[in-house]
């Protein structure tokens, strides 16, 4: 019944955003792009894609970040656009894609401003999508009771909050403990979001905030060996909305060391199969890029149902990764260290 | 026009000096089309990549510095000559230095207008803060605080800071000001009530003042972190009043000074763009020119000495010598002693098709070519189309009236299209109407030939030679009924109207009755003459290929099956108007035995036999059966021939070819796999040759009925013309009292819109829509191939006037970091 009435409100919206996802690069113009022997032919190459004139109005000699900047200009640009169009509950879905962007620049900028950066430095590595107005001003906090009072009151991440007030002081370890706690607060959020949508949206977008949760899970795990979290603070990080839970977070919790989480992921057939196959040796994908991978198969997955959000959150997340890739290439590229050039993850 | 041209695929090898000379000669010419001769090769793996690159580099600046006009440039001035590589360079230094000079002004003026914008906000926050701290008596206690605070600074403990920030984030700045005070502060504000400039952008800022007021040191520390983070400006203010007077009238002086010395700066800026402004669209071209001539130069391949460049390109075989000319003066002009040399190389490829064009017949090529581009060489139907087209259409549209509005306004088109052509628009529809406006002008002629025809202006009619009808009956009767019979017989004075139709049927109770006769006629008739015109031009085509064969086997049995059928239904029509008349002495050729020309068709299609009712005869003519089953019987005897002719023909041409295969010697494993492979041909050759014949006859069928639809559009625009006449018009002019001037007055403009929006526009476009269909599927099924690729040569003019279709889309780019 859902499908019949979803086009009323966002079947324009989903065309386009399946229009926007054949713009997506292939394998055969990642092909063309390693062979490229500078930034300018880079440049004269991705003018025959779908990005096509985007970087006619920069002057030579191009740099990687300006390329960087450009890419996510363009992404911002189709996203607002998506954004400015929906209508309930999409822009709410859309919202919630946004927040994670908000997180980021909260983290960026407290760390920043802990390591005595001026704000007006550290403003534009923020990303677009992820701005609000009182972003500015985050400096004036210096617990995090202040800043929740102060500064992200007002903001939709108020709610996911709510578990890091504290009157300790802000530092290193404090900022990670937020940043994950928050992350843990909005995929929960996020998940019971979709959930309550329900329909094909649930199907799609469960999978892969599942799998999203359980990955930071074992990141946060795999990080945390030789660091003074305990093991009962690093429990109360995980995210408690994946497969893993509750027996795999739990084992999670007595894990000592990188064996043991692999034994963990033993237990579950996807995330197994993506332990095999990471190494730390030259020439092996690392744990990181096998997440990657497994991340954009899903991502890829969510086009193949109709009628549902998951592909906005799909499409965005799949042009990150190209624009990770373009920049990628780019960099090795730029700095003739053409060795590594190929360990960018295709898409299609 | 008649055909495409004949091309030529020519090998050119050019020494690299002289090939860019040659081909900026031929993108001058437009005439040839170059080949990429090594698709494989990436962008940027290309020989003159560099090339390239300096050109994008050169049209990036060009196009930043046209940006910062203030107002578009005038066109370019032609440029007689090609620039030398030298002058290229020169010209590249000049646009660089150019740029740099701007880049260098701009900046100079936007930090000049960042402190002019500083200074007016100052003098701005000032005159406000004034009022906040004269207009209230709270304020004055805390001024007089202040003071305290600023005299004495041990006694008083209020502190304030002023500032200015954007409208838009007021409140949430105020609350955030509250938040992390915890209350303790006075916040106050006034909108700036002009909107400022911002330096940069030139938008426009709204700001507002305020102030705020608050206890210690430490929230001190902290307003100024929010205000920094809501990119507030904050400015020293002084307290006491006449501080403030004086700080106002230095401020004052300041703002003077700044804005003489922004006006000169502005002044600068603009003579040095009113110099550049002159020639920027011209180098522009030329950058673009030397942009394509490089793209060009890249699909040649280079030769394995790496002496001289390889181009192929097709050429019109008529302008051979101006590509012999373009090569011949890049050699002159390179001075090189080897010359470049043309060659002509046979090809079985298939060639591009070009049909020359001029502003006339353009349109109509255009609306063949949106169909399907013609197979090389082969009949072009645009030439016919130039006729047929304007006529089906003024068949569906015949009014006088609307004719003529549509004839002017093509008219108007086709006078001034030098001014309209200067001024290019993005608008579509301005441009599709511009771009047809010769098929326009000859549609409303025509429309007004039909119209004189069918005597409709605005559906009332012209008595112009006076009717050829008579009154019969005297006032008594005439008096007595409203409507009464004209009999042929007596009213009709036997001479006919000398054009058209005669006015006096515009009054007739059966004057639909007798115009549909009439049209539906007329449309079939001159549907089936569309379509035996169409399936003859056949005949050209199959002579011009040498498959003389096919006129026998394709085109004979056709043209019989639709002439045997269709145009005997149509001499039927014609006999049956000469032959039967209201006073004929025969009884039998009488009015009521006119026969309906319809039965007698589906009656001979059904081999049913006629019956005649009283005197009347069952037939036309003697011995009219007889002939009806023999055409019946030649036509169907047709069919078999259209299917299997050309298979079987084809078998024994393939045949022939292999008895002599075999008597050559060629050995006989060959030719057994040769067979198989022709078996499966032939049945190939059959299936299609089915589907072919399938569709001629039944579209010899479906055809005819579909040009009926000539009448049905014909009928339909009559008589909404007339509905508009009577239900609009025709109550305004009825009456005599002055209220029905007013009524006229409003009436008419309905009318007169209605008219124009439905009965020229929609009913235009249906037509046109319908006639497009009646060329497309009636007329260029019976001989139109379709399959070619159209000629597209490297021209400069197309080029240019690309990319300014891509540049007005593209929104400039912000200037260079």
């Given at each position: 019944m859902k499908g019949c009435i979803f086009n009323i409100d966002a079947g324009y919206l989903e065309g386009l955003c399946r229009g926007f996802k054949c713009g997506i690069l292939k394998q055969s113009d990642y092909l063309n792009l390693v062979q490229c022997e500078t930034l300018e032919d880079l440049k004269l190459h991705l003018q025959g894609t779908d990005y096509g004139t985007f970087l006619a109005n920069e002057p030579s000699p191009l740099s990687v970040s300006t390329i960087d900047d450009k890419l996510r200009e363009k992404l911002v640009i189709e996203f607002q656009h998506l954004r400015n169009h929906s209508v309930e509950p999409m822009s709410t879905f859309l919202d919630f894609i946004t927040y994670s962007y908000m997180i980021d620049n909260i983290i960026l900028l407290i760390t920043g401003t802990l390591h005595q950066r001026p704000i007006s430095e550290l403003i534009p590595k923020c990303h677009p999508l992820g701005s609000f107005e009182q972003m500015e001003a985050i400096h004036v906090a210096a617990t995090p009771a202040e800043l929740y009072n102060a500064v992200l009151v007002d903001t939709p991440l108020a709610p996911f909050f709510v578990d890091c007030i504290s009157e300790q002081d802000l530092d290193e370890m404090n900022i990670e403990i937020i940043r994950n706690t928050l992350y843990k607060a909005y995929l929960e959020a996020f998940y019971e979001f979709c959930k309550q949508i329900g329909g094909t949206t649930a199907d799609v977008m469960c999978e892969i905030l599942a799998f999203e949760a359980d990955r930071r899970a074992i990141i946060i795990t795999i990080n945390s060996f030789g660091t003074e979290l305990s093991k009962d603070d690093r429990a109360k990080l995980y995210p408690r909305c994946g497969k893993l839970n509750p027996d795999g977070l739990a084992a999670l919790a007595r894990a000592d060391d990188y064996e043991q989480v692999k034994a963990v992921a033993e237990y579950y057939a996807e995330y197994s199969a993506l332990f095999e196959g990471a190494g730390n040796n030259v020439g092996d994908k690392t744990l990181e890029d096998k997440f990657f991978e497994h991340e954009v198969t899903l991502n890829v997955m969510a086009f193949l149902q109709q009628f549902h959000f998951g592909v906005f959150y799909s499409y965005l997340k799949l042009k990150e990764q190209e624009c990770r890739n373009i920049v990628w290439i780019s960099e090795c590229v730029a700095q003739k260290h053409?060795?590594?050039?190929?360990?960018y993850i295709p898409i299609f | 026009m008649f055909r495409s041209e004949e091309m030529v695929l020519c090998q050119l090898f050019v020494q690299p000096e002289a090939a860019y000379v040659s081909m900026y000669e031929l993108g001058e010419a437009g005439i040839a089309q170059f080949r990429d001769l090594n698709p494989h090769v990436n962008d940027f793996q290309r020989r003159y990549v560099t090339e390239v690159r300096r050109c994008n580099e050169m049209e990036r600046k060009l196009r930043w510095v046209s940006g910062e006009l203030p107002e578009p440039p005038p066109p370019p001035k032609p440029s007689p000559r090609v620039l030398t590589p030298r002058e290229i360079n020169i010209l590249e230094e000049r646009i660089d230095y150019i740029e740099s000079e701007i880049q260098e002004i701009t900046k100079n003026a936007q930090n000049l207008k960042t402190d002019y914008l500083a200074l007016i906000e100052l003098k701005l926050l000032i005159e406000k803060t004034q009022t906040f701290f004269q207009d209230h008596s709270a304020h004055r206690k805390i001024s007089a605080s202040v003071q305290i605070y600023n005299n004495d600074g041990a006694l008083g403990h209020l502190g304030f800071i002023a500032g200015v920030v954007a409208t838009a984030r007021v409140p949430s700045f105020e609350r955030m000001l509250w938040r992390i005070s915890h209350g303790n502060i006075f916040f106050k504000q006034a909108q700036i009530d002009e909107p400022l400039k911002d330096p940069v952008t030139s938008h426009e800022l709204q700001k507002t003042v305020f102030v705020v007021f608050f206890h210690g040191e430490q929230i001190k520390l902290r307003v100024k972190k929010v205000c920094n983070g809501f990119q507030a400006t904050l400015y020293p203010c002084p307290a006491t009043y006449k501080e403030q007077q004086d700080m106002l009238a230095g401020i004052e002086s300041r703002i003077k000074d700044l804005e003489m010395v922004l006006e000169q700066t502005e002044q600068h800026r603009r003579l040095v763009l009113a110099n550049i402004a002159r020639d920027i669209s011209t180098w522009m071209v030329v950058v673009r020119k030397e942009k394509a001539i490089y793209h060009t130069l890249n699909m040649f391949s280079m030769d394995i000495v790496k002496k001289c460049l390889i181009a192929e390109c097709w050429v019109p075989r008529c302008d051979l010598h101006i590509l012999q000319k373009a090569l011949d003066n890049g050699v002159k002009a390179s001075g090189s002693p080897i010359p470049s040399i043309l060659h002509h190389v046979p090809t079985l490829e298939i060639p591009p098709t070009y049909n020359r064009t001029n502003k006339f017949t353009r349109g109509f090529q255009t609306l063949i070519d949106s169909y399907g581009i013609a197979s090389y060489?082969?009949?072009?139907?645009a030439l016919y189309t130039i006729i047929t087209f304007p006529f089906l259409f003024a068949v569906m549209f015949g009014d006088m009236g609307h004719g003529l509005i549509m004839t002017a306004f093509a008219a108007i088109l086709v006078i001034f299209e030098k001014k309209f052509a200067k001024n290019?628009?993005?608008?579509e529809i301005w441009n599709i109407f511009f771009g047809g406006r010769y098929i326009i002008l000859l549609m409303g002629i025509f429309s007004v030939y039909t119209g004189l025809i069918y005597n409709d202006i605005f559906s009332k009619s012209l008595n112009i030679f006076g009717s050829s009808w008579q009154n019969v009956y005297d006032e008594g009767t005439l008096r007595n009924y409203s409507t009464f019979e004209l009999d042929p017989k007596d009213?009709?004075?036997?001479?006919?109207?000398?054009?058209?139709?005669?006015?006096?049927?515009?009054?007739?109770?059966?004057n639909i009755i007798f115009l549909n006769s009439f049209k539906m006629k007329l449309s079939i008739i001159f549907g089936v003459l569309h379509m035996a015109f169409g399936v003859t031009l056949s005949v050209v085509n199959f002579n011009f290929f040498k498959k003389a064969e096919l006129i026998f086997l394709q085109y004979i049995p056709q043209i019989l099956f639709l002439l045997l059928l269709f145009w005997y239904l149509c001499i039927l029509m014609f006999m049956k108007w000469i032959m039967y008349s209201a006073d004929a002495t025969d009884n039998a050729l009488g009015t009521s035995c006119a026969p309906s020309v319809l039965i007698i068709f589906i009656n001979m299609m059904l081999l049913k036999e006629s019956t005649a009712k009283g005197s009347c005869k069952p037939f036309m003519y003697d011995g009219q059966e007889i002939i009806q089953n023999i055409f019946l019987a030649i036509a169907f005897l047709c069919i078999p021939i259209m299917l299997f002719g050309k298979p079987v023909y084809q078998i024994m041409a393939a045949k022939k070819q292999k008895r002599g295969g075999v008597e050559g010697g060629a050995g006989g494993a060959g030719a057994g796999g040769a067979g198989g492979a022709a078996g499966e041909a032939l049945g190939e050759a059959l299936i299609t040759q089915a589907i072919h014949t399938i569709e001629y006859v039944l579209g010899a069928v479906s055809h005819t009925a579909s040009y009926l639809r000539l009448w049905a559009l014909s009928l339909a625009h009559a008589q909404l013309s007339a509905v508009l006449w009577q239900r609009l018009l025709k109550i305004g002019l009825g009456g005599g009292s002055p209220v029905n001037a007013i009524l006229l007055y409003i009436l008419f403009a309905a009318w007169a819109f209605f008219t124009l929006a439905i009965l020229v526009l929609m009913e235009g476009l249906s037509a046109f829509l319908h006639t497009l269909r009646l060329h497309w599927v009636e007329f260029m099924s019976k001989f139109y191939e379709g399959q070619g690729y159209a000629f597209l040569p490297f021209s400069f003019s197309v080029i240019l006037e690309a990319d300014e279709v891509d540049i007005k889309e593209k929104p400039n780019g912000g200037p260079p970091e």
């Open positions: 053409r060795a590594k050039i190929d360990n | 060489r082969e009949v072009n139907p290019k628009t993005d608008n009213a009709y004075t036997k001479t006919p109207y000398p054009l058209g139709i005669d006015p006096a049927w515009q009054f007739a109770a059966n």
